[in-house]
Structures are given as structure tokens and as C-alpha cells.
């Protein structure tokens, strides 16, 4: 007799831990855990310390910068530039570099050189030593009128994306037009060369963490460039906003067929990020309301243009097993931006779940991010941008010659954007749901 009631009991304990599954300890999992921390839902926050590292195109192109003198735009420019990475390089004095064919140092007033006609002396600007040379982990500044052909910048865009954009990192780029005489050089195939008089861009090229970029920006408006009415700015960065929505601070506007309850997680757990329901019927949905709060300077996109990435898993026998990517036992749609009083932009969509196939708890991971086709490019990336088809008009006419655009810009501004958005996605809400069906 005794012997069966042991066997009696060692049957039920194994039972009991094929229900539940145990832990490394040996103790019972009674419930999932909450769900992986994701690093890339929150903004990374300003570097300590920062090393800013400049380099100056030295190309025959950029001389007609300063051939009016050292009072054209871009040369107070350059003196912004020097005046802001000082206060901001923390770690440090600044580098100065010029590039051209080969790479030359420059000394701690490299912007005084800059100034002067004889400092644009390069045939070629090797834009791929300025990336092999770059350190990843300081504030890189590339000053440059971005004359690149079709090959050139399809190299220019696998460089910032092998380097910088493949590990997190951002690119900002700043758009000035300033006071320009001179010959500007190898333009199209042909490699045609204009006299031009007029306002002309140059840009810099901000590499590095988001914040980083986006506080050197702010210096360099605060010490003067604010004062150049005809400049642009934008970041291209895995971040749309400083931290992806969750469920923190969600507004449920309806719910069918389900109860939210706070039993399917150990007690004492505290997941903003995380809701839990109980299904009432084989289907049940919500609709939410989410405020993102979108970071400054970034791309502008149509919040009714939207995708979704969804990953579910069960828990079973102590662990969360992935079901099927293609499973449909979600939908998430109707996706709709409106404006609160406050003016800050309110994202809501509907979630419907139904078809469980089984009793028991699912975790539902539901990340939002915009189309491709959903950003809206600024307008001045293509009103800047030189049309190849011209060209040929410009040769038989080079009084008409449009240098106040710059060749390849829009292939080289979106493209940066389209290999951001493939590696990243950039995310607007990012939420999970425990469901007990």
C-alpha cells in the first residue's frame, strides 16, 4: 500500500512539472516571464566624452568657396564649425584633416588654411580613405560640396553603410548655400567643367551616435548658423522617435469580447511595456491610442502607412515556443494619426485576435513601423538636386548652368534613407500582449 501511494505521488509530481516545466534550480515555472528588453526601443543617450574629427574637402571644385574672400557664408561657416567642435569635442581638441587624393593633417587652426584658394589644389576627392581612416566612435564631420558621380555615390552610400549605419549609428546631413566664383568640375559622364557665379551648396556630413549628432547641430545654430537663412538639416537614423511607445501610458478606446487581467505574469512583476488579457469568445480585439513622441529633425512619414512585425509564441511545458511567422491568429490594422490638444501626434489601431488554437497563454509581440513609401522627402532634396538631362543643354549654353544644385543629390539622400530603413525599420510602437484563451 505504501508503495503505491508513493508511486501515486511521484506520478503526480512529474505531471505537475511537465505543466509547468522547471527552472535551472529545479524549481516549478507556474507562469511565462516578461518578455526580453530591446535595447533599440530607446535612444541612446548623449556620448561623456566625444572626439570630433573634421575633414575638409580639398577639391578644385570647392576653391570658388572663398575666391570672393573670407566673408562668403562658407567661410564663417567653417569658423562655426571650429567654434562649436571645440566646445563640443569633450575629450579633447578637434582633428582637422584635408582629403583629396591622399589624406593630410592639419594643424589645431586647420580652418584658417581652408580659407585661402591655394588649400584646393586636389584633382580627386577619395571620399573612401576619409571612411577607412574614420573612427567610428568619435563625431565624424565631413565638409564637402558632394559632387559625386553615379559610382561614386553608390560607393559614398555602402561606406555610411557598412561603417555606420550597420551598427546603430547615424548620418546628419546639413545643406548651406553660400557665395560661390569659380569653376566647378567633373560634371557627368563626360566629366564637363562650368564657370559659375551665384549661391552654390556645400554640405557637412555628420557621422555618429543620434544624440551626438543632434546636439552638435544645436551648438553649431547656437554659435552662429541659425544667422544662414538658405541651410537645411536632417538626420538619417534608426530612430523615429526617443522612446518607442509601448503600453506605458496607452488609451484603450474599445474593447470586445476581452478582460484585462494581472494574473498571467509572478506577481511583483512590473512591465510597463506589457498588458495581459483573457479572451471571453474565440475572438476579441481592442483598439489603442499611443502617443509616440518623434524625435527632431528626422523624416516626416504618413502615419496611415504603416506595417506590422508579429511574433507569437505559447507557453508550453515552462517555455515560450515560437509558432509559425505566417500564423493568423492576429491582425493589427486600421492604423490612424490624429493631434491631441496638445499638439503631439496620437497613433491608434485596431488588434483582433481569434482562432487560438489551443487553451492556454500566448505572447503576442507587435512591432509598428512606416512604409518606405510612407516618408515624405524634404522638399529641398530634390529642388537642390542637379538634373543629369541638362547637361547636355548646358554645353551647347553654359550661361545657363544650374550650379545652385548639386549633381546626384536626391539619388544620394534617399539612398542613404532606403539602406537606413532595410537595416532598421525604423520603429513608432513596439508593445507585447500576454492572451489566455
Known amino acids: 500500500m505504501k508503495r503505491t501511494i508513493v508511486a501515486l505521488l511521484t506520478l503526480s509530481l512529474m505531471l505537475v ?29 548623449l556620448s561623456k566624452s566625444l572626439q570630433v574629427d573634421i575633414f575638409l574637402d580639398g577639391s578644385g571644385s570647392m576653391q570658388g568657396f572663398v575666391v570672393p574672400g573670407d566673408f562668403t557664408i562658407y567661410a564663417k561657416a567653417l569658423q562655426v564649425l571650429q567654434d562649436t567642435a571645440i566646445t563640443g569635442s569633450s575629450d579633447g581638441q578637434p582633428t582637422f584633416t584635408k582629403f583629396g587624393t591622399v589624406l593630410t593633417k592639419l594643424g589645431e587652426q586647420g580652418f584658417t588654411k581652408a580659407v585661402l584658394p591655394a ?12 571612411f577607412e581612416a574614420a573612427s567610428d566612435k568619435n563625431l565624424t564631420v565631413l565638409v ?30 546639413v545643406g548651406i548655400r553660400s557665395q560661390f566664383s569659380g569653376q566647378v568640375y567633373d560634371i557627368g559622364i563626360e566629366g564637363r567643367d562650368f564657370k ?64 484585462e487581467v494581472t494574473n498571467l505574469v509572478p506577481d511583483g512583476v512590473q512591465d510597463n511595456r506589457l498588458r495581459q488579457f483573457r479572451l471571453k469568445a474565440e475572438t476579441g480585439n481592442f483598439r489603442v491610442a499611443l502617443e509616440p513622441e518623434v524625435l527632431p529633425y528626422t523624416l516626416g512619414y504618413d502615419g496611415n502607412q504603416l506595417d506590422t512585425s508579429i511574433n507569437i509564441k505559447k507557453f508550453n511545458h515552462g517555455k515560450l515556443v515560437p509558432l509559425s511567422p505566417d500564423s493568423n491568429l492576429i491582425e493589427v490594422g486600421g492604423f490612424a494619426t490624429e493631434k491631441l490638444k496638445t499638439g503631439t501626434p496620437k497613433l491608434v489601431f485596431d488588434t483582433e485576435f481569434h482562432g487560438l488554437p489551443d487553451q492556454g497563454v500566448y505572447l503576442f509581440e507587435i512591432t509598428l513601423f512606416p512604409k518606405l513609401n510612407a516618408y515624405n522627402n524634404p522638399p529641398w532634396f530634390s529642388a537642390w538636386d542637379m538634373k543629369t538631362e541638362q547637361i547636355a543643354e548646358w554645353q551647347k549654353d553654359p550661361t545657363k548652368f544650374e550650379g545652385n544644385t548639386t549633381l546626384n543629390l536626391e539619388r544620394l539622400l534617399t539612398g542613404l534613407w532606403q539602406a537606413n530603413w532595410e537595416i532598421h525599420k525604423p520603429k513608432v510602437a513596439h508593445i507585447f500582449c500576454y492572451v489566455e484563451n
Open 196 to 259: 559659375y557665379n551665384g549661391l552654390r551648396p556645400f554640405y557637412m556630413i555628420l557621422l555618429g551616435k543620434h544624440a551626438d549628432i543632434a546636439n552638435f547641430y544645436e551648438l553649431l545654430q547656437h554659435n552662429g548658423l541659425n544667422k544662414f537663412s538658405d541651410t537645411h538639416f536632417i538626420i538619417l537614423s534608426p530612430y523615429l522617435v526617443s522612446q518607442v511607445p509601448s503600453f506605458a501610458g496607452a488609451q484603450f478606446e474599445s474593447m470586445k469580447k476581452m478582460v
Open 144 to 173: 564637402t560640396d558632394l559632387f559625386q558621380n553615379e559610382a561614386d555615390t553608390a560607393l559614398l552610400i555602402e561606406k555610411v553603410k557598412d561603417k555606420y549605419l550597420h551598427t546603430g549609428l547615424a548620418v546628419g546631413i
Open 17 to 45: 512539472s511537465t505543466c509547468f516545466g522547471t527552472n535551472s534550480k529545479g524549481k516549478d515555472i507556474k507562469f511565462p516571464p516578461p518578455p526580453p528588453k530591446d535595447p533599440s526601443d530607446q535612444l541612446q543617450p
Open 119 to 130: 588649400f584646393y589644389n586636389e584633382q580627386e576627392t577619395l571620399i573612401d580613405k576619409v
